[in-house]
């Protein structure tokens, strides 16, 4: 988890955001990786109507 550098979150509800940001929390620190740059944008819809949608990019050291 230690390669993520960034992050895209898309939800469907923004009253959701505060429950996406403790497991956010827990996640990285169960990991003990550093929190990777987050960008967090509510969208109308998402394919299969599901309510998230993340986005990751990671660099893996040599």
Do not use: W
């Amino acid at each position: 988890m230690g390669d993520i550098i960034k992050m895209t979150v898309f939800i469907t509800d923004l009253n959701d955001f505060a429950t996406i940001n403790e497991v956010y929390k827990q996640f990285f620190d169960e990991h003990q990786a550093t929190y990777p740059t987050r960008s967090c944008v509510q969208v109308a819809r998402l394919p299969k109507d599901v309510k998230l949608e993340i986005e990751a990019i990671a660099v893996r050291s040599a």
